[in-house]
């Protein structure tokens, strides 16, 4: 048995058995549906009217071809043997599971008639699912995300992460954003010249950037994740160019994104030294948290998403971008290395659950944005810019004697280098976990869940078969288990 994952406001748990996908209701605990993977039932094409077609164009059918040149072979399937997203407690469910043939058709599933409203079928293996009320948003392994209006089942974008990079980030209408992206990217991101393209038009694949994606797909996977409200933010992973080594990609870069709009918002450089692993945002899209695949310390980013509390917006209707420094706060789970499958955030973003193989899921908990947040021009860039004015000018005055000059030339340099590397040596003292819950087999693989309706509790669903809800600590400390159920 594998659980799955948790629905959007954490009142259902999707977990799978036998080739069988069950759902069920956490609070009060008990099974509302199941379904088998390979029922024929299911299917949206038994009859030849609405049979699979190519072309995608055509409206007709229920099975909806999406077309991509993709290369020959050099396809790595991921390790997970099903996909499945619930649209928080309602009926409808997307879910691609089975054979390396199925886990290319995306079933649409109305669980309560357990019929299939449609089916997509990609050239390649659905990794990821994730939707709100107004968008679905699917990711490849040939790292492509399609992007569609929830409401018709229309593909609105493709995304390639490999070849969008410098049109992504060069449509935004901020000129200070656009000079300061234009620097971070001028030699880093030269790989591939295609746009974006809809998802009815065929993404051409140049040969170079094919190459580097096959070489490098069964060392890092890509992560997407999307804000739970109507905004719709994503964030993708995306890949991460050396200046001294061309041929050296990493994916520590982040590409913020305004699935309504289509359109990027954002772009985080260098989120982590080594590959992000794992990933997710809040439900308003203003924050994202992130872990690299050493797993020692969390981060949480603003995504330069503003919180339009009032509703206000620009112009152009889209979330309004603001300037904040990208990193919000870091936190540090542990000092050996572990693997981090999951990260989430509670519904008022207070909270960070961390799930691991450490032996220990860890809570930790968020302050104030207000707090925390800093400008660009925060206290210690503007004292370091300062320095920087101070020692420009001490070198033009001319002082009284020579030696005098150069002394405070000195003092001034010793100060403003002791600021440059103390800033450049990373913090040991970073804040703990605020909660934690401690597990015996670090074998067995958890999830967990933040029920909206119930802020003070926690859930956790694992593959031995056990359903368990804790208690937060008034203050920090160990969660206390109140409840145990079974599926069965």
């Known amino acids: 048995m594998k659980a799955l994952r948790f629905n959007q406001d954490a009142t259902c748990c999707v977990i ?103 089916e997509l079928v990609f050239p390649t293996d659905v990794v990821d699912v994730v939707m709100n009320r107004k968008r679905m948003c699917i990711l490849l392994s040939s790292d492509q995300i399609f992007i569609y209006d929830i409401s018709c089942m229309k593909p609105l974008e493709t995304i390639d992460l490999w070849e969008d990079k410098i049109k992504l980030l060069s449509v935004h209408q901020d000129e200070t954003f656009i000079n300061d992206i234009n620097k971070l990217l001028k030699n880093q991101l030269q ?79 260098n989120v982590h030294r080594g590959n992000i692993s794992c990933m997710a945002i809040n439900h308003e899209g203003t924050l994202i948290t992130t872990a690299s695949d050493k797993g020692t310390i969390i981060r949480v980013y603003n995504t330069g998403v503003n919180n339009n509390t009032n509703g206000t917006e620009n112009n152009t209707g889209s979330p309004q971008f603001y300037g904040k420094n990208p990193l919000y706060t870091e936190f540090r789970r542990g000092n050996r290395p572990c693997n981090l499958y999951q990260l989430t955030f509670n519904l008022k973003s207070t909270l960070i659950g961390c799930v691991g193989d450490s032996g220990t899921i860890h809570i930790f908990k968020l302050e104030n944005p207000d707090d925390n ?46 600021k440059r590397i103390k800033a450049s040596i990373p913090n040991q003292n970073l804040q703990r976990d605020y909660a934690h819950i401690n597990v015996n087999d670090t074998s067995i693989r ?17 593959d031995d078969g056990k359903f368990r809800t804790f208690a937060l600590p008034k203050g920090s400390g160990k969660c206390v288990l109140t409840s145990t159920n079974t599926f069965m």
């Open 446 to 462: 958890y999830c967990l869940g933040f029920p909206d309706e119930f802020p003070h509790q926690v859930y956790i669903a694992g």
């Open 191 to 269: 790989n591939g010249n295609n746009g974006t393209n809809s998802g009815n038009e065929s993404t051409t694949t140049n040969p170079t950037s094919r190459a580097r994606r096959n070489s490098i797909r069964s060392r890092i996977c890509p992560q997407i994740a999307l804000s739970n409200d109507d905004k719709s933010i994503l964030a993708f992973t995306t890949y991460h160019t050396s200046k001294s080594n061309p041929n050296s990609h990493s994916l520590r870069d982040i590409i913020i994104y305004d699935a309504m709009n289509v359109k990027p918002i954002n772009y985080l450089n």
């Open 373 to 418: 947040g800093k400008d660009f021009g925060s206290e210690e860039s503007s004292l370091s810019r300062q320095d920087e004015i101070a020692l420009q000018a001490n070198e033009d005055h001319s002082l009284a004697t020579s030696q005098q000059s150069n002394l405070e030339r000195s003092k001034q340099m010793a100060h403003f280098l002791s």
């Open 16 to 118: 799978i058995q036998d080739k069988t996908v069950s759902i069920y209701n956490c609070d009060p605990f008990g099974k509302c549906f199941n379904i088998d993977c390979e029922d024929t039932k299911l299917s949206a094409n038994n009859s030849p009217s609405n049979s699979t077609s190519i072309d995608s164009n055509n409206s007709n059918t229920n099975t909806q071809e999406v077309p991509l040149d993709v290369g020959d072979g050099g396809l790595v399937p991921r390790n997970r043997d099903c996909v499945v997203e619930m649209l928080f407690s309602t009926s409808l469910v997307a879910m691609a599971s089975g054979t390396t043939t199925n886990r290319r058709k995306l079933k649409i599933v109305n669980t309560k008639r357990k019929s299939t409203i449609c």
